[in-house]
């Protein structure tokens, strides 16, 4: 009952870490994940761009690592 439950909670707090997501605002479409070949980084929807733009590729530590694209994802 205790495993079953930790694990509920890990599972309902890797839901919302990284939620790539797009959508249509004013006829433009954002999205939040920025792309550069294998590397990737999901920014908030609060820093959602225009599909297609230029964004900074982060590591894990917030670090630029490459310049990448928002894609729809």
Known sequence: MKK??????VLLGIGGIANATTGW???V??????RSGYYYFVYPW???QPVGSA??????Y?????????TNE
């Open 4 to 9: 079953t439950f930790v694990l509920a909670l």
């Open 25 to 27: 605002v004013n006829g």
């Open 46 to 48: 609060a820093n959602a």
């Open 62 to 70: 917030g670090n630029v690592i490459a310049q990448g694209v928002v």
């Open 29 to 34: 479409l954002y999205g939040n994940v920025c």
């Open 55 to 60: 964004c900074p590729v982060r590591d894990g």
